[in-house]
């Protein structure tokens, strides 16, 4: 598993060179270590502009280039690499790697990683042996009932209504379809006339809910097959007619 | 074996958690800590050589019978003993930076590993491994940690001294330069 050519690295990604697991990496400088260590390269003498690109192939294949921490990184390589390009005078004597203090920090990095890979190993050994008095675990206990004062609550729920930038009050008035009284009224109509208009199922001024009452009660009853509803052009007024009556009806 | 080694005997076995030589000198008025140390050798000798199913070792600055790793398995598959949870790499670069550099604090912590360490180390002091022994100076007087006998206790080591020196490993640094600003 090696990275192909230098500096390519988004490429070297997707014809499948190298494959890196998220969770195996315990931060930025990990991941860092892991590339330098995966192409075998002097820690000391980085080749910057190939192992930005490589850590910025990676972290966007991983989807952690949402993460701070490797943005951070990311952004750091890429101001050595920019500073790596800048011209200096040869024999100049007072030029300071930019990578140095990425150096250090790998290197204390790498230390730990050592340290790490020493405890695991002692925790391990130490694992094997065991004291007196072991205890079963006990299972786990559901968890207890919710306990709580009540100005602990409002206090949380007032926290809560605070977020809500600007509350959408919006007045909610009951008023109730009168279904059955409109149905009353089309049975009347139908008694007296085989046809009519829709016009003449409403008062002049009737409001919303007495509309909608007179059309819910047509639904109903044309449903029901008391009566047929018919529409002969579009927009044109509806023509309410009687149907003979089921005989089970 | 001498009277003295067999009383420490009875105690160890007694007692679930390791004992320092402080604590076992309380057991008979007339041992000096020295006797103490000269019954214990012999008492670990005792234990070491006759081929015993336990052996005595020297743990976080005192002294406790542990049962000898070949019966780790046997032992776990019986469920008379459990071994504890491994800890996450995550877990274990914190206690090493922690280990090294006690007392120090989070923002140290995070600049090393790269990460940011406020959970791991949450999680850290509520097992116990380590705990807060100062707060530095600086802004906001930050938390300084340190570990606790209880990390001693999971690596087996009898004190901070028998952690690998720097110098030892392969990685060998200078010791820690301040912190560069960023």
């Known amino acids: 598993m090696t990275a192909a050519t230098p500096g390519r690295g988004p490429q070297t990604l997707e014809t499948g060179a190298f494959v890196v697991e998220l969770d195996q990496f315990s931060g930025p400088l990990?991941?860092?270590?892991?590339?330098?260590?995966?192409?075998?390269?002097?820690?000391?003498?980085?080749?910057?502009?190939?192992?930005?690109?490589?850590?910025l192939a990676v972290i966007h294949d991983l989807g952690l280039d949402r993460a701070s921490d490797y943005l951070e990184m990311a952004a750091r390589l890429l101001r050595i690499k920019a500073q790596m390009l800048l011209p200096r005078r040869i024999g100049e004597d007072d030029w300071e790697d930019p990578r140095a203090?990425?150096?250090?920090?790998?290197?204390?990095?790498?230390?730990i990683r050592e340290l790490v890979g020493w405890l695991q190993a002692a925790a391990a050994e130490r694992a094997e042996r065991f004291g007196r008095g072991f205890e079963a675990p006990a299972p786990d206990?559901?968890?207890?009932?919710?306990?709580?004062?009540?100005?602990?609550?409002?206090?949380?729920?007032?926290?809560?209504?605070?977020l809500i930038p600007e509350p959408m009050l919006h007045r909610v008035v009951p008023r109730p379809l009168d279904v059955?009284?409109?149905t009353r009224r089309i049975e009347a109509l139908l008694a007296e006339r085989e046809e009519f208009g829709?016009?003449?199922?409403?008062?002049?001024?009737?409001?919303?809910?007495?509309i909608l009452s007179a059309f819910l009660a047509l639904l109903e009853l044309a449903k029901r097959g008391t009566l047929s509803l018919r529409q002969p052009a579009a927009f044109a007024p509806v023509v309410i007619r009687r149907e003979s009556p089921r005989e089970t009806a | 074996?001498?009277?003295?080694?067999?009383?420490?005997?009875?105690?160890?076995?007694?007692?679930?958690?390791?004992?320092?030589?402080?604590?076992?000198?309380?057991?008979?008025?007339?041992?000096s800590e020295d006797a103490v140390r000269g019954a214990l050798?012999?008492?670990?000798?005792?234990?070491?050589?006759?081929?015993?199913g336990v052996e005595l070792a020297e743990i976080a600055g005192g002294w406790q019978?542990?049962?000898?790793?070949?019966?780790?398995?046997?032992?776990e598959r019986a469920q008379f003993a459990l071994r504890p949870r491994r800890l996450s790499p995550a877990a274990l670069e914190t206690l090493a930076i922690i280990a090294y550099r006690q007392p120090v604090g989070r923002l140290e912590v995070d600049e090393i590993r790269g990460v940011d360490s406020g959970a791991v180390i949450e999680k850290l002091v509520e097992r116990g491994l380590i705990e807060v022994t100062a707060r530095g100076e600086g802004l906001g007087r930050p938390l300084l940690y340190a570990t606790t006998p209880q990390f001693l206790e999971i690596l087996g080591l009898g004190g901070l001294g028998d952690l690998p020196r720097l110098d030892e490993l392969s990685v060998a640094l200078q010791p820690p330069t301040p912190a560069e600003s960023e």
């Open chain 2, 41 to 52: 050798a012999e008492l670990r000798a005792a234990f070491g050589e006759d081929g015993h």
């Open chain 1, 141 to 162: 206990l559901p968890p207890p009932p919710l306990e709580l004062q009540l100005n602990d609550l409002l206090a949380a729920a007032e926290r809560v209504v605070a």
């Open chain 2, 65 to 75: 019978f542990l049962t000898r790793a070949e019966y780790a398995e046997p032992l």
């Open chain 1, 101 to 111: 203090e990425l150096v250090r920090r790998l290197l204390e990095y790498q230390q």
């Open chain 1, 30 to 55: 990990d991941l860092l270590l892991h590339l330098i260590r995966e192409d075998e390269l002097d820690i000391t003498d980085l080749p910057i502009a190939r192992i930005a690109d490589q850590f």
């Open chain 1, 180 to 182: 059955e009284g409109a």
């Open chain 2, 1 to 31: 074996m001498s009277p003295l080694a067999k009383l420490l005997e009875a105690a160890l076995f007694a007692a679930s958690r390791p004992l320092t030589v402080v604590e076992l000198a309380t057991l008979d008025p007339e041992a």
């Open chain 1, 198 to 210: 829709w016009a003449d199922l409403l008062d002049p001024g009737a409001g919303i809910v007495e």
